[in-house]
């Protein structure tokens, strides 16, 4: 029996923090070939057939490195799998897909763009085959994961203040977080040697200074002993 096509693909949820909007943004191509020419589409690269990875972690790499992303990763993981014979129209095909946090706000390309992550994870912004519920499910992660580890702080780049963590924090979780329970947990990074005390200050809200903690190890992340869901 001859074999039937078959598509593999790594696809990359990237995500990042606008300042100017205050909430999280996805990082979007447009596609320029079919299926769905023209429409806006997570950044995927395929890995089956002639390609020359030799892991998953080479294919996200080549992903990144790509003109599709091109953006320096504060953190990037793996989410899950999906697979079914209707998820493409061109053949039966399946997807490793990965939460990525990018820091720096950089220029896109012509063919690239933020969109709102609640606006896909919801459904309201429309993607091509499944990829509204592969941006679901990377929003979950991303939730469940911030109760009880420090991966918000990835948003926000190797210095920052306690007020800005406990925003991002806040937004991250959806709903109010108290500055005590921040400022406890920033303790216990720096306790942990996650984090130190700067010396400087930056203009916080209404132009009040504000105290900064630097990185100390970037691109690892902490588990705290208490989640916030207690």
Same mark, same amino acid.
Request: hydrophobic letters at 40%; aromatic letters at 10%; a negative charge.
């Given at each position: 029996?001859?074999?039937?096509?078959?598509?593999?693909?790594?696809?990359?949820?990237?995500?990042?923090?606008?300042?100017?909007?205050?909430?999280?943004?996805?990082?979007?191509?447009?596609?320029?070939?079919?299926?769905?020419?023209?429409?806006?589409?997570?950044?995927?690269?395929?890995?089956?057939?002639?390609?020359?990875?030799?892991?998953?972690?080479?294919?996200?790499?080549?992903?990144?490195?790509?003109?599709?992303?091109?953006?320096?990763?504060?953190?990037? *993981?793996?989410?899950?799998?999906?697979?079914?014979?209707?998820?493409?129209?061109?053949?039966?095909?399946?997807?490793?897909?990965?939460?990525?946090?990018?820091?720096? =706000?950089?220029?896109?390309?012509?063919?690239?763009?933020?969109?709102?992550?609640?606006?896909?994870?919801?459904?309201?912004?429309?993607?091509?085959?499944?990829?509204?519920?592969?941006?679901?499910?990377?929003? *979950?992660?991303?939730?469940? +994961?911030?109760?009880?580890?420090?991966?918000?702080?990835?948003? #926000?780049?190797?210095?920052?203040?306690?007020? =800005?963590?406990?925003?991002?924090?806040?937004?991250?979780?959806?709903?109010?977080?108290?500055?005590?329970?921040?400022?406890?947990?920033?303790? +216990? #990074?720096? =306790?942990?040697?996650? #984090?130190? *005390?700067?010396?400087?200050?930056?203009?916080?809200?209404?132009?009040?200074?504000?105290?900064?903690?630097?990185?100390?190890?970037?691109?690892?992340?902490?588990?705290?002993?208490?989640?916030?869901?207690?």
């Amino acid at each position: 029996m001859p074999l039937s096509p078959y598509l593999h693909t790594v696809d990359l949820c990237v995500l990042f923090y606008c300042r100017a909007s205050g909430e999280l943004k996805l990082l979007l191509n447009k596609r320029d070939a079919e299926p769905f020419a023209g429409h806006w589409a997570l950044p995927g690269v395929v890995v089956n057939g002639g390609v020359q990875d030799l892991s998953l972690k080479d294919a996200v790499e080549r992903l990144r490195a790509s003109d599709k992303v091109g953006l320096d990763l504060a953190w990037s *993981e793996q989410v899950g799998t999906v697979g079914d014979a209707f998820r493409d129209p061109r053949c039966w095909s399946s997807s490793t897909y990965y939460l990525a946090i990018v820091a720096d =706000e950089v220029e896109l390309g012509e063919h690239q763009a933020w969109f709102s992550l609640a606006g896909v994870a919801d459904g309201s912004i429309k993607l091509p085959f499944d990829h509204n519920s592969i941006v679901a499910a990377v929003q *979950e992660r991303l939730f469940s +994961k911030s109760l009880y580890s420090s991966l918000p702080l990835m948003f #926000l780049g190797d210095e920052f203040s306690a007020p =800005e963590a406990t925003m991002i924090f806040s937004l991250v979780l959806a709903r109010p977080v108290l500055k005590t329970s921040i400022r406890q947990r920033l303790l +216990k #990074l720096t =306790e942990a040697g996650y #984090l130190r *005390e700067t010396g400087r200050k930056k203009n916080g809200e209404g132009g009040r200074p504000q105290a900064t903690v630097a990185v100390l190890k970037p691109g690892e992340i902490y588990f705290f002993d208490r989640s916030f869901a207690e």
